[in-house]
């Protein structure tokens, strides 16, 4: 079992920027892939980001070239760094371990216009 803690959430004006941190209460070393994922009101979660291996990375076309995800083993955390956030980068944003049930419970990022 593994918690996940995001942090790192907020407002921001679009073309600005947040880093989100996801802790994890053990070892994320053993964790081939994770990812972060976001959910808008009335839509459906979608992948934002995943890490694979020693880094190894896949992100979908509307925030490639924005967004980077980044783990650090020895603190147990993984990153999204976004930038030049966007109104409809709103959303609930979720860290998780892939192929498994283990989700954080979400930070909200609000980009205003």
């Known amino acids: 079992q593994v918690q996940l803690v995001e942090s790192g959430g907020g407002l921001v004006q679009a073309g600005g920027s947040l880093r989100l941190s996801c802790a994890a209460s053990?070892?994320?070393?053993?964790?081939?892939?994770m990812g972060w994922y976001r959910q808008a009101p009335e839509k459906q979660r979608e992948l934002v980001a995943v890490i694979i291996g020693l880094g190894g990375t896949h992100y979908p076309d509307s925030v490639k070239g924005r967004f980077t995800i980044s783990r650090d083993n020895a603190k147990n955390t993984l990153y999204l760094q976004m930038n030049t956030l966007k109104p409809e980068d709103t959303a609930v944003y979720y860290c998780?371990?892939?192929?498994?049930?283990?989700w954080g419970q979400g930070t909200q990022v609000t980009v205003s216009s």
């Open positions: 053990g070892s994320i070393f053993r964790f081939n892939a």
């Open positions: 998780h371990v892939e192929g498994s049930g283990f």
